[in-house]
């Protein structure tokens, strides 16, 4: 009798754990409902016809039944029901004075777009729902998917003209997100060049915080991330608290609008920037949105990341291992900070021979080593090899490298053409311009319209080429500008517009072509830094390059910050030379290796400077990095103690699955008033577990025993070295369960 009701537990436990996703339809009510991970979703069809939102939190009971969509009453003749009521997807017409999610203008003037439930059908992971306008024949399907695993729920909606004239669509979003009334505070990513990364957290008050970006790519300035937690900003919790999250999977121009509206509810609304934004659709055309993912987390901001993190590895990230994550990055060398523009045969193959010297996997020769490129003012656009720089092509490099034992990587910046160039000498109106205007440049460079088809077919062209003549394991995909003068002049005026989606399009597609011809080549999307991350890039980008400032003090703070939207496993980071070029602070080593080594590591200074201690210091921390690099980077993160506002100290850990492994990182700014670090408890560890203590680099306190419980290193924590003091101080250790 006790061993079936144990059994009968255990079958309930592993069903709770396994939590399978569901959407289910309920006739009588109208009610969508769908469950994932520790989360459910719900939207119903109100009796006018709108779908309107219902929840959006932790998992309900499997039997509880939400209720029908009941209308927002109309608060006064100024507010009106239907600006009232929180639509899934609300079209500009009947008085909306709060974002919508689709605005158009019809052939006869008419702009009046009211979006009523038609049908809907079930899919493998959730609802397709067709909604129509009251009286014209403009259809928009939103689809919903929700991951079992994580409960992030992926919005999109398909927008098609069936009537007999074009429309113009002139805002679309991909989803609307709605919270009720409550104090909520607003977290978002800002920055600039060489600044990314800022978390940045303020109450959400009535009106609109607008993140976007109008640049024609992702932009340093705001990135298209944002996590709504409830609660007053000076009670932000790391790891309590409500938190409701989303990404927008774009790496065009984009724009989220986070409203209080007069009610106090908050509605999230994310698409395609409206801004200078006007696609038309003609009869039987769609135009498909980005895909606009959100999620739940009752763990604070830090359950929040780690459940993004965790989608993307699995979800996101191409070249993963069926239902799987991709492998740890390569530990690379990139040339850059070390050679600049002055690229050639013998001084790469020097650096190579250092490289491989370290135990380094992958080299990766950067800019300069193309067309008539000694500087940034020519040679975009010709990517043939310079012949002054390497007689013999790139081969003798490559054979080099390989006969090292590394793999080879190599820069490109495919979407850009300098002046100074045969491309653009044979096809100046290829660039984004307006006719008989001033073409604006930035760094020397102007923007290639990669909307048209013959960029697309020359950009594909010469990237097949390039990876079919040699063997080229990688390529740094660089995007150095952001666009100007956004013209398209061999479209008809009114459909030049076009191009805010078009171009984007069409860099998807080369990249999904050249991984379809080229299936090993592994990409990186960097953009002057920053510029170009998003969830949309990420699934064709195996990794980013998070910033060009590589200060390693700097890079802790942005470190914290792209983690709260990003997994470390597409975090580059190299070590570099000391002082910093930037910020002309001198920091050791050691500290400068620490600091890399959170995200996936790689070396950019020039070692061929190194002295026989700094290489042997590095070669046995990279030595150490590779047999924790695993849990580093797609463990679970925990962000114990943040670097921001000036902090005297940082720390962050991470716990791989199965809570058998645990690494942490400890950081000093400087010392003051004799300070000593503060204990540091753990967390995510099995608390029955018995773990070894080892040191990656650094000493812990006298008395800390060699090997203890989870439930000690959580509960007491690991006091430090009294040693450990001073300015631009680190130690890592890490865990192994027994
Ligand atoms: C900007 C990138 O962020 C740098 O790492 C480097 O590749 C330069 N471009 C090369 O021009």
């Not at 901001?301 to 070249?319: K, V, W």
């Amino acid at each position: 009798m006790l061993k079936t009701f144990s059994a009968i537990l255990m079958f309930l436990g592993a069903a709770l754990m396994a939590q399978p996703s569901s959407g289910r339809f309920d006739q009588g009510s109208k009610v969508f409902r769908l469950d994932g991970g520790q989360v459910s979703y719900a939207f119903g069809v109100n009796a006018r016809g709108e779908l309107q939102q219902l929840y959006w939190g932790a998992r309900l009971g499997a039997t509880d039944r939400v209720p029908a969509a009941v209308s927002r009453r109309e608060w006064a003749s100024f507010d009106s029901s239907y600006n009232n009521t929180p639509q899934e997807f609300a079209g500009w017409g009947a008085g909306l004075f709060a974002e919508p999610a689709l605005k158009v203008t019809f052939a006869d003037g008419n702009r009046d777009l009211v979006l009523h439930y038609l049908s809907h059908t079930e899919t493998a992971d959730g609802f397709d729902v067709v909604l129509k306008d009251i009286s014209r024949e403009v259809y928009v399907t939103l689809h919903y998917a929700m991951d079992p695993e994580s409960g992030i729920l992926a919005r999109s909606a398909t927008i098609q003209n069936r009537e007999a004239q074009p429309v113009t669509v002139e805002q679309a979003a991909a989803a609307a997100w709605s919270l009720p009334a409550a104090r909520y505070t607003l977290n978002y990513l800002t920055g600039r060049w060489a600044g990314e990364w800022t978390l940045t957290q303020e109450a959400v008050h009535p009106g609109a915080r607008v993140i976007e970006s109008r640049r024609g790519s992702t932009g340093h300035q705001a990135n298209p991330w944002f996590a709504i937690a409830a609660g007053a900003p000076e009670q932000m919790q790391e790891q309590h608290g409500d938190v409701w999250f989303g990404a927008l999977a774009w790496s065009g121009s984009w724009r989220i609008t986070v409203e209080q509206d007069q009610l106090e509810q908050v509605r999230v609304t994310g698409g395609f920037n409206p801004f200078d934004f006007g696609y038309v659709l003609h009869p039987q055309e769609s135009l498909e949105t980005p895909v606009f993912y959100g999620g739940y987390s009752g763990n604070g901001l830090g359950g929040a990341s780690r459940l993004l993190q965790h989608f993307e590895l699995t979800h996101i990230l191409p070249h993963a291992a069926a239902g799987g994550a991709p492998k740890p990055r390569p530990v690379i060398y990139n040339s850059w900070e070390a050679t600049e523009f002055r690229v050639n045969e013998a001084g790469q193959m020097a650096l190579a021979e250092k490289a491989a010297a370290l135990g380094i996997d992958r080299f990766v020769m950067d800019d300069g080593w193309f067309g008539q490129r000694k500087d940034d003012h020519a040679g975009l656009g010709d990517w043939y090899v310079n012949k002054e720089k390497f007689p013999n092509g790139l081969k003798p490099l490559i054979d080099k490298v390989h006969g090292l034992g590394m793999s080879f990587g190599l820069w490109v910046e495919p979407e850009m053409v300098n002046p100074d160039s045969d491309l653009y000498r044979l096809h100046p109106d290829w660039v984004l311009s307006f006719p008989g205007r001033p073409r604006s440049e930035q760094r020397n460079q102007l923007v290639l319209n990669l909307a048209r088809p013959e960029v697309r077919a020359y950009l594909l062209s010469f990237l097949d080429k390039l990876l079919s003549e040699n063997d080229i394991a990688f390529l740094k995909w660089d995007y150095n500008r952001n666009w100007s003068e956004p013209g398209w002049d061999q479209l008809p005026a009114a459909e030049q517009k076009r191009v805010y989606v078009e171009y984007t399009r069409n860099l998807y597609s080369i990249l999904a072509e050249l991984e379809r011809k080229h299936p090993k080549v592994e990409f990186e999307s960097c953009s002057g830094g920053g510029g170009r991350v998003d969830l949309g890039i990420l699934r064709y980008a195996d990794e980013v390059w998070p910033s060009d400032n590589t200060d390693p003090f700097d890079r802790l703070t942005q470190q914290d910050g792209f983690t709260y939207a990003y997994t470390p496993q597409i975090m580059m980071a190299w070590v570099t030379d000391s002082p910093h070029w930037l910020n002309r602070r001198a920091t050791s080593l050691s500290y400068r290796m620490l600091s890399s080594m959170q995200g996936s590591l790689g070396i950019g200074a020039n070692i061929a400077n190194w002295t026989a201690e700094e290489t042997a210091l590095a070669k046995r921390l990279i030595a150490a990095y590779r047999q924790v690099q695993p849990t580093i980077v797609q463990g679970d993160l925990y962000r114990l103690i943040s670097p921001r506002q000036g902090s005297e100290f940082s720390a962050t850990q991470t716990v791989n699955a199965d809570k058998s492994q645990s690494v942490f990182f400890a950081f000093i700014h400087s010392t003051q008033e004799g300070h000593t670090f503060p204990q540091l408890k753990l967390q995510g560890l099995d608390p029955a577990g018995e773990y070894a203590l080892s040191a990656i680099e650094g000493k812990a306190g006298q008395g800390t025993p060699a090997e203890a419980s989870g439930a000690w290193w959580m509960n007491h924590g690991l006091d430090m070295d009294e040693g450990f003091r001073g300015d631009f101080q680190a130690v890592a250790f890490r865990l192994d369960r027994k």
